[in-house]
Nanobody, 124 residues
Framework: VQLQASGGGLVQAGGSLRLSCAAS????????MGWFRQAPGKEREFVAA????????SYTESVKGRFTISRDNAKNTVDLQMNSLNPEDTAVYYC??????????????????WGQGTQVTVSS
């Protein structure tokens, strides 16, 4: 599956952005999806994950209540709505796909397919 992420940009602290990831795979609903991010000089970290049906989601603690992951299996897309952004959210954001057996995965090592990344910069 090929993944194309979009929607990044420059935003002031307190603002919002919506990232979108489009998948080429017709059987998109077979893939659990995740969003990860990598800031300069830091390791890639988990942000959010969503189950194949979209019924279950998981978030890293620092984004709970601010970010929402969602998917549209009819359109082969997964989105990440990001509100109340702060400078610590600045990073390159990546979407990822996997057909593993578990409902959700927070580990980057389990994801087989990655998008190219989209830059999110939050100014103070």
């Amino acid at each position: 599956v090929q993944l194309q992420a979009s929607g990044g940009g420059l935003v002031q602290a307190g603002g919002s952005l919506r990232l979108s990831c489009a998948a080429s795979e017709r059987t998109f609903s077979n893939y659990r999806m995740g969003w990860f991010r990598q800031a300069p000089g830091k390791e890639r970290e988990f942000v959010a994950a969503i189950s194949r049906s979209g019924a279950l989601a998981s978030y890293t603690e620092s984004v709970k209540g601010r970010f929402t992951i969602s998917r549209d299996n009819a359109k082969n897309t997964v989105d990440l709505q990001m509100n109340s952004l702060n400078p610590e959210d600045t990073a390159v954001y990546y979407c990822a796909a996997d057909r593993g057996q578990a409902v959700l995965s927070r580990s980057a090592r389990t994801y087989d397919y990655w998008g190219q990344g989209t830059q999110v910069t939050v100014s103070s």
